[in-house]
């Protein structure tokens, strides 16, 4: 929130102090050594005022001693004679005309400095007695101010503690203590409700305890929130519909999963060839062979570094595949060998490179040493 200093909230009536004669405030005789000043200034609202002069006087006019508030609302100095003095504090207030200009904010009287001392003078214009001096109206809108400002320090507590309760989840799951971590994302969702990353990471909870079901509850909960703020991020909301696809895979609702990765991939292009491959996995593992290629193509066309998905377009492919009766040697549909040769080139190790190599073998297909395992 702005800081609302204090300034703005002086008018005319409240700007000129008359100090009357100098004789009010005898000046001690100065001796040889000197004094020292130091103290804080803070505004209506309790904020540090950075800037401002504090003066040393005798009449309220001439300024014997000047010394300058920092960023922080403090000030010191030395180099004062001993004695009794009054303190202003100058800043911009405003004239009679509603214009900003230099003038005497607050002041302290009979203030006394001794030598060798260092006297303490604070100016806090949020006391009872300065801001029950100032107009009604700027009262009201100091009073409303503190309110709105207690409020945000109030959500800005709220935020730290749901941020900890998360870490806490974070941890538990890495743990393995899942009912604890969907514990502590539940508590930062109670306290929360309105923030739509603490439903994704209650759902990533829910998910690591392979409760499926109630991991995409969250996760819908959660893309309501990220898809309405008024500053979407595609990449965390591209993130929550990758997970809500794996929570649906693994509770066996492909066409959910397959719709999900979809959204993905149209939310985040960048990162399409990871949720098309994603799409393109699932599939396979349900044994779709024509919509796993499908998926597969689209997964190459977006990142063609990506090996898994070349392998299933192969894979897929085979589905197609005839044996000749002469030979016994299985004919490849077009497309079905090349696929199996760039996945080799890329991952010529593991098991699904062995499955590759013999049905390129089998085919009567050349596998050259590169593709063979290192």
Known sequence: MKKVRFAEFLTAAAIFVSFGATGLWAQATPTATTSKIHGHVQDPLGMPIANDKVEITTDGKTALYTFTADADGNYKGDGIKPG???????????????KLTEGTVDFQRDVKFTAGG???????????DYVSKLPPDVQKQ???????????????GKIKNVNKLILQARDARKAGNFDQAIALDQQAAVAKPDAGLIWYELGDSY?????????????NKALALLTAEKTPKPDVIAAAQNNLGEAFAKGGKVSDAVAAYEAAAKTLPAQAGMYYTNEAVVLFKTGQGDPAAAAADKAIAADPTR???YYIKGWALVQHATVDPKTNKIQLP????DAYRKFLSMAPNGPLADDARN????????????????
């Open 118 to 128: 260092d006297t303490q003078v604070d100016f806090d214009l949020s006391r009872a």
């Open 207 to 219: 998910l690591a305890a392979k409760k499926y079901d109630d991991a995409a509850t969250n996760y």
């Open 307 to 309: 090996p898994i998905p």
């Open 142 to 156: 100091i009073a409303a101010t503190k309110k709105a400002n207690a409020a945000a320090q109030a959500e800005n």
């Open 334 to 337: 077009p497309g079905c060998a």
């Open 359 to 374: 049905i390129l073998t089998q085919a009567g297909e050349t596998v050259h040493s590169s593709y063979k395992k290192h």
């Open 84 to 98: 009794t003095f009054v303190v202003m504090l100058v800043g911009k207030v405003k004239d009679k005309a509603g």
